[in-house]
Nanobody, 126 residues
Framework: QAQLVESGGGLVQAGGSLRLSCAAS????????MGWFRQAPGKEREFVAA????????KYADSVKGRFTISRDNAKNTVYLQMNSLKPEDTAVYYC???????????????????WGQGTQVTVSS
């Protein structure tokens, strides 16, 4: 059973940066696409970014395109989300997730993912 553990969240001023990490257990990490989602209070969980197994394909929500970068290090079983030019509307709990096999295209919908981390809080002050 896969385990995903996010870290790197915190409180930052608008315009600042944070880098989230998601460490995955297991020896098959490199065979799965991975994604980042977020959920603000009172709102549904929404797609942020996703990356293919090798990292060659990435997808972003329009709201973060040009500001956030997803990457992965398969040797370290870790996926990252670099967040720059943060805005108060980026405030949310951020979750990483593993794409359900056998499809390894980076999906954008929560139901396309089978394992989720516990989440890490990101708060952006104005």
């Amino acid at each position: 059973q896969a385990q995903l553990v996010e870290s790197g969240g915190g409180l930052v001023q608008a315009g600042g940066s944070l880098r989230l990490s998601c460490a995955a257990s297991g020896r098959t990490f490199s065979t799965y696409a991975m994604g980042w989602f977020r959920q603000a209070p009172g709102k549904e969980r929404e797609f942020v970014a996703a990356i293919s197994q090798s990292g060659g394909i990435t997808k972003y929500a329009d709201s973060v395109k040009g500001r956030f970068t997803i990457s992965r290090d398969n040797a370290k079983n870790t996926v990252y989300l670099q967040m720059n030019s943060l805005k108060p509307e980026d405030t949310a709990v951020y979750y990483c997730a593993r794409r359900s096999p056998p499809n390894n295209y980076p999906g954008v919908r929560p139901y396309e993912y089978d394992y989720w981390g516990q989440g890490t809080q990101v708060t952006v002050s104005s």
